[in-house]
């Protein structure tokens, strides 16, 4: 079976955190370890404590306040082959794994992404992110120069490629498109694919 390691970063967000960690122990295919990086004695580590799962495992840092830091623990740390990250505040439909990974191998990528569905407390649901911009089943090169159609919660990876780029920090970076030319580069490289259908709840 393909063994897929789950990142999750977080802070400060217990209220959210738990729901974010459920979607992920609840996919049609189970992940290997879901690694959730976060601070030391933060609420965020009672949550993980709570759950009973030898599968989720807490790894600590300092407080940085950048996503990207702890990503990248994340990364040092998993034994997958695959990489499948998810931010805190996101949940996962249940078949998430299973469809993005049977896309990806389909069509022969070495990374996937796909739709999400934008859910705001206050106003409902308000439609999806992607929208139907990208119109064919690969996400080309000259399309990821122009605009991020890259959900962070939807990214599925090979860990074999991650050796070659790390997520970067904003402080370094104008407006984040440092980390989106990467990726456009990576698309390129080794292919990206989007699975068109909708499987993540932000």
Same mark, same amino acid.
């Given at each position: ?32 370890? $879901?690694?959730?990086?976060? =601070?030391? &004695?933060? %609420? ?5 404590? @709570?759950? #009973?799962?030898?599968? /989720? ?71 999806? $992110?992607?929208?139907?911009? =990208?119109? &064919?089943? %690969? ?5 990821? @120069?122009? #605009?991020?159609?890259? /959900? ?51």
């Amino acid at each position: 079976m393909t063994e897929i390691s789950v990142i999750i970063p977080t802070w400060n967000r217990a209220e959210t955190l738990g729901k974010a960690i459920s979607s992920a122990l609840n996919q049609t295919l189970p992940p290997l370890e $879901i690694i959730v990086c976060g =601070v030391e &004695g933060s %609420l965020d580590q009672e949550v993980v404590n @709570s759950i #009973n799962d030898p599968r /989720v495992r807490w790894i600590e840092g300092g407080r940085d306040g950048l996503a990207s830091i702890p990503r990248n623990r994340g990364i040092n740390a998993s034994r997958g082959e695959w990489l499948a990250f998810l931010d805190s505040d996101d949940e996962w439909l249940p078949d998430k794994l299973e469809k993005q990974l049977k896309h990806a191998n389909k069509m022969g990528c070495s990374a996937a992404c796909s739709d999400a569905i934008r859910y705001i407390p206050s106003k409902g649901y308000a439609g999806t $992110i992607v929208n139907g911009e =990208v119109s &064919g089943d %690969l996400i080309s090169f000259s399309l990821l @120069s122009n #605009n991020n159609y890259i /959900v962070c919660s939807s990214v599925l990876i090979k860990k074999r490629h991650c050796g070659k780029m790390r997520w970067i920090s904003r402080r370094y970076i104008v407006k984040s498109w440092g980390r989106l030319r990467i990726m456009a580069a990576y698309s390129y490289t080794y292919g990206l694919c989007l699975c068109k259908r909708t499987i993540i709840n932000l």
